[in-house]
């Protein structure tokens, strides 16, 4: 844990735009339940109303209807097609209705038991990006429904009938800048981290705050230190313009007891310190940050890899878990590391180490980091290591079960050989600094890419599973004594949380993607799986390394929701 910092932090009004989107269409009746701080704090277990359903990104659902015993008969109960483009969504649940954002910020609200249309909200933009960008997922609030969008804007919806109700400009899309991931509301401010933070501007990443009832902005905090600021020494003498990365991609998370917001970091850009040209640590990247949500005060930080240099993401879900009575927080990056820091004050607590990655070495007592010799690229130089820049872990996120204190996490296991190459340092230039890359099975795999990772908070590896293709979704437990997850050869599980056993399993059109939740309709539970295609790495490297696996090239965006078979 480190000494406070003064972060740089602005105090800006919202900057309301004229709305480009489309009239709604017409809207059947919905009159749902205002979502106040009580009701995020302690959700009713028949809604799904935060990203992974709580604030303190659990991933959990108190509903048992679905168990063990019956799982083997859950059926399809409705599906509805989503928009093409990059599918990573998560639908919300309030009073029957669902929420769900499909690629380039299409919005619809259903009936959550029939799949029924109640209103949609199209999206419009100025140019052709972000008409297929994904988004993760909605933020809900008051009567609002919030969109962070891909050209780096929040807007709210009428929850009732999708029309907008403020449009805030956050940052200039021309530059690249643009949200993947929905908000998190914490004290009735919309708490959002901005990505596209590739090229080299003034700028620099930041988290910002906006009023939920009027969209004005009501603070912005730096995840970049700037120079002259505590921290800014640790880019060397690099211009703020070429301090790139420190993209916050991944939805944060709360806890209403300590007044506190955590956030991960993503990492320093160019990838590499040699195509950086400077080898600091680079605050705050690789990091997580505990944030005042009044003020953006950075009241902690905790930088996992100083100075990372192979594209090994920090940036993921941050789970709140108490452990022996000492308050947490955890979690998992790129490297299969299991981090555990006191949520209150920062201080590291533990660091559990999969065994997959052969970078660097982590102080069992400190924490500090240790590049291993050997590892650090050099521009030109071919280089191999594990993992690939896709990470064992990535955005597909784990989810925790209070029933058996562990973590279920889906992984892929690869490795890569690549070189990194110099990077031209002008204003609007600026890239990862890879030059070229191989794909490799790691050699621990057997010839799967995928495992599936029940893991203690202590550490404890309790049971894994294996397929040939990674495991493409986020993890969901429920208190049936069940994880759900799907993997990219279309197959959607549910395993026993304890033993690891498959219960249950149904192919989908195509990859099982995104964030599946489960929820409750009139005395009804409801799984609902979305599936589809893009998605980066972890789409394109079963394409090279498991050739025999196939899905359909393009198309197949869907929500596929079951239930168990209605009592006649």
């Not at 302690?42 to 992974?52: A, C, G, Q, V």
């Not at 988004?135 to 907008?164: C, P, W």
């Not at 192979?310 to 790129?334: I, Q």
Request: include cysteine; charge should be negative; hydrophobic fraction near 40%.
């Amino acid at each position: 844990m480190k000494a406070i910092p003064t972060t740089h932090r602005f105090l800006l009004a919202a900057s309301l735009v004229v709305v480009f989107g489309t009239p709604p269409a017409a809207a059947q009746l919905v009159n749902v339940t205002p979502v106040t701080d009580a009701t995020l704090a302690n959700p009713p277990e028949t809604d799904w109303l935060h990203w992974r359903r709580t604030q303190d990104g659990w991933g959990y659902s108190p509903i048992d209807q679905i168990t063990r015993e019956n799982v083997g008969q859950l059926q399809l109960a409705w599906s509805w097609a989503l928009e093409p483009g990059v599918q990573q969504t998560t639908p919300l649940v309030r009073d029957g209705v669902m929420y769900v954002t499909s690629p380039g910020n299409v919005v619809h609200a259903l009936n959550a038991a029939t799949g029924d249309l109640l209103w949609e909200h199209r999206r419009q933009f100025e140019t052709t990006a972000g008409r297929q960008r994904q988004t993760r997922g909605l933020s809900m609030y008051g009567d609002k429904i919030f969109l962070n969008t891909a050209d780096a804007h929040v807007v709210a919806l009428d929850a009732n009938t999708g029309e907008v109700v403020w449009d805030a400009e956050v940052a200039d899309a021309a530059k690249g800048f643009r949200f993947t991931s929905g908000a998190i509301v914490a004290q009735g401010k919309v708490i959002s981290g901005i990505t596209g933070c590739l090229r080299f501007w003034d700028d620099g990443c930041f988290i910002t705050a906006h009023d939920s009832e009027t969209g004005q902005e009501l603070w912005r905090t730096s995840t970049v230190a700037r120079p002259g600021e505590p921290g800014g020494d640790t880019w060397g003498d690099l211009p703020m313009m070429l301090r790139a990365g420190g993209d916050a991609w991944i939805t944060g998370s709360y806890d209403a007891e300590l007044g506190l917001t955590y956030w991960g970091v993503a990492q320093a850009k160019p990838w590499s310190q040699a195509s950086r040209t400077t080898d600091g640590d680079a605050l705050y990247t690789s990091s997580t940050l505990a944030l005042d949500p009044e003020t953006g005060e950075m009241k902690w930080y905790y930088q996992h890899i100083p100075g990372e240099s192979h594209d090994m993401d920090e940036v993921f879900e941050r789970v709140l878990v108490d452990v022996d009575g000492r308050a947490s927080v955890f979690t998992m990056g790129k490297l299969g590391i299991l981090w555990q820091l006191d949520r209150a004050t920062g201080e590291f607590v533990r660091a559990t180490d999969l065994g997959y990655q052969d970078l660097l070495d982590v102080d069992p007592t400190t924490g500090r980091v240790a590049y291993r010799d050997g590892v650090m690229p050099q521009l030109g130089v071919e280089l191999e290591f594990c993992p690939s820049h896709s990470g064992f872990k990535s955005w597909r996120a784990m989810a925790y079960s209070p029933d058996t204190e562990a973590f279920y996490i889906p992984l892929t296991l690869n490795c890569q050989r690549s070189t990194y190459i110099e990077v031209e340092q002008i204003e609007g230039g600026g890239n990862g600094g890879l030059g070229r890359r191989e794909n490799l099975f790691h050699p621990a795999s057997g010839g799967n890419l995928g495992e599936f990772v029940a893991m203690s908070v202590t550490g404890e590896i309790l049971w894994s599973q294996r397929k040939r293709t990674p495991y493409n979704s986020a993890a969901l437990t429920t208190a049936g004594g069940l994880v759900f997850v799907g993997d990219w050869d279309r197959f959607v599980y549910a395993y026993d949380i304890e033993t690891g056993e498959s219960l249950w399993e149904t192919r989908l059109p195509t990859s099982a993607q995104g964030f599946p939740i489960t929820y409750s309709v009139a005395g009804r539970q409801y799984v609902a799986v979305p599936a589809g295609t893009g998605s980066g790495s972890w789409a394109t490297i079963p394409l090279q390394l498991t050739p025999e696996k196939r899905r359909p090239a393009s198309g197949g965006n869907g929500l596929f929701v079951f239930a168990l078979p209605e009592e006649s």
